[in-house]
T-cell receptor
Framework: AQKITQTQPGMFVQEKEAVTLDCTYDTSDPSYGLFWYKQPSSGEMIFLIYQGSYDQQNATEGRYSLNFQKARKSANLVISASQLGDSAMYFCAMREYGYNFNKFYFGSGTKLNVKP | DGGITQSPKYLFRKEGQNVTLSCEQNLNHDAMYWYRQDPGQGLRLIYYSQIVNDFQKGDIAEGYSVSREKKESFPLTVTSAQKNPTAFYLC???????????????FGDGTRLSIL
């Protein structure tokens, strides 16, 4: 079974609007972390935000927030007030702290296009 | 500044040739990784290493080899057995267990490998 599932291969959003990128995960480890990365067309991977499985509040970093629904095993990334520079691939990733701490699982990514 | 350095940025391989991609980190991270990314696709794990002189196969290890003789270095060799090596290769590192549970992987800027 897929550890991380991103069901939106591509999305469009109008500049200055908010957008939600979906991510669901599969694990039986009670302790895990969820990460979101941005990959512009130049290729580098930029870390955006982290959510731990025991965190009581949803993570926020500037215009990025994570809508963490533990019971549904979803960790959706919300980008508020989209900018043209947000156009990129976005990857959700997970790290299980009990089983193999050093292994990260990545989703297939969502390509976001911000329209002017 | 600490980081991960990948070289070269672009690499061309002739038929039947082995080529080696360099990855060096000065973050004092225990774990290092190699990923392959095809155009418009997600990251696929080739090999990872949790400590010096130890490494594990990822999902697509066939046709690749690695070594981890020093903590700072994790070179990847693309052998002639890899029949379709054209891709973008990303090296990453991460901290080990302890107080690093919320720390993401750090990535290099990647190497683009093409067949001549």
């Amino acid at each position: 079974a897929q550890k991380i599932t991103q069901t939106q291969p591509g999305m469009f959003v109008q500049e200055k609007e908010a957008v939600t990128l979906d991510c669901t995960y599969d694990t039986s480890d009670p302790s895990y972390g969820l990460f979101w990365y941005k990959q512009p067309s130049s290729g580098e991977m930029i870390f955006l935000i982290y959510q731990g499985s025991y965190d009581q509040q949803n993570a926020t970093e500037g215009r990025y927030s994570l809508n963490f629904q533990k019971a549904r095993k979803s960790a959706n990334l919300v980008i508020s007030a989209s900018q043209l520079g947000d156009s990129a691939m976005y990857f959700c990733a997970m790290r299980e702290y009990g089983y193999n701490f050093n292994k990260f699982y990545f989703g297939s990514g969502t390509k976001l296009n911000v329209k002017p | 500044d600490g980081g991960i350095t990948q070289s070269p940025k672009y690499l061309f391989r002739k038929e039947g040739q082995n080529v080696t991609l360099s990855c060096e980190q000065n973050l004092n991270h225990d774990a290092m990784y190699w990923y392959r990314q095809d155009p418009g696709q997600g990251l696929r794990l080739i090999y990872y290493s949790q400590i010096v002189n130890d490494f594990q196969k990822g999902d697509i290890a066939e046709g690749y080899s690695v070594s981890r003789e020093k903590k700072e270095s994790f070179p990847l060799t693309v052998t002639s057995a890899q029949k379709n090596p054209t891709a973008f290769y990303l090296c990453a590192s991460s901290m080990g267990p302890g107080d690093s549970s919320n720390q993401p992987q750090h990535f290099g800027d990647g190497t683009r490998l093409s067949i001549l």
